[in-house]
């Protein structure tokens, strides 16, 4: 594979029991005063595949946190024997492009337990009540997702060759690395942002590493 296998994580893949997941979401919103009111920050493919129907969506800047691929994907878009890797939110000193969500009060409920089922699996994620700026000024609280960089699927920051070995020959259920990359660039793009190391690892991927 090109790869040392010490480079990713050895051990199973590990889901968070129902309860555990179910007691987070509920401390979560036990702070919510205005159920009607609910906004969810896409910075991944949510933007481009939120999977529930929101009833406002706006382009947003989430300020002091950047988007990273630090995360190992041995699910989603990678296995247990070919990582891929994948996005998350850490705190920096830049920002964050991404897509605002506002979700219906009538599917509510029932989007916010797909959001949690998609996104708190693992535990990889911490939930979390962030501010977000609109285009014309205004800010916005908004529901997302933090990296908990302890978790063992947290991967850190690797060399951009490294990234692109990874990324090239992995899939998962939800389709191949190499295009989840593909996709991000895209999505950035149209929101005015870009990522030079996500470029020059995708221009690797393809001119390096597509047979790999």
Known sequence: MGQDAKSWPDSPYVQLNDEVRAGMLRDLFAEVTNSDNIWIFGFG??????????????????RC????????????????????????????KGSCRGIAYRLSPETCDKDLQYLW?????SGVYHPRWLTVELENGLELRVLTWVVNETHVRYAGPRPVHE???????????????????????AEMAK??????????????????????
């Not at 089922?117 to 699996?121: G, K, Y």
């Not at 090239?168 to 259920?173: M, P, R, V, Y």
């Open 45 to 62: 493919s949510l933007m481009w595949n939120p999977g529930f129907k929101p009833t406002d969506r706006q382009p947003v800047t989430l």
């Open 65 to 92: 946190y950047e988007r990273k691929f630090h995360l190992w994907s041995t699910k989603g878009r990678g296995s247990q024997e070919r990582p891929g890797l994948g996005l998350c939110l850490e705190p920096a």
């Open 117 to 121: 089922d998609r996104e708190m699996t």
């Open 163 to 185: 990234m692109a070995r990874v990324m090239a020959g992995a899939k998962g259920k939800y389709g191949a690395c190499r295009d989840y990359l593909a996709n991000t660039i």
């Open 191 to 212: 929101l005015g942002e870009r990522d030079p190391l996500f470029d020059e690892v995708l221009s690797l991927i393809d001119s390096e590493y597509a047979a790999v």
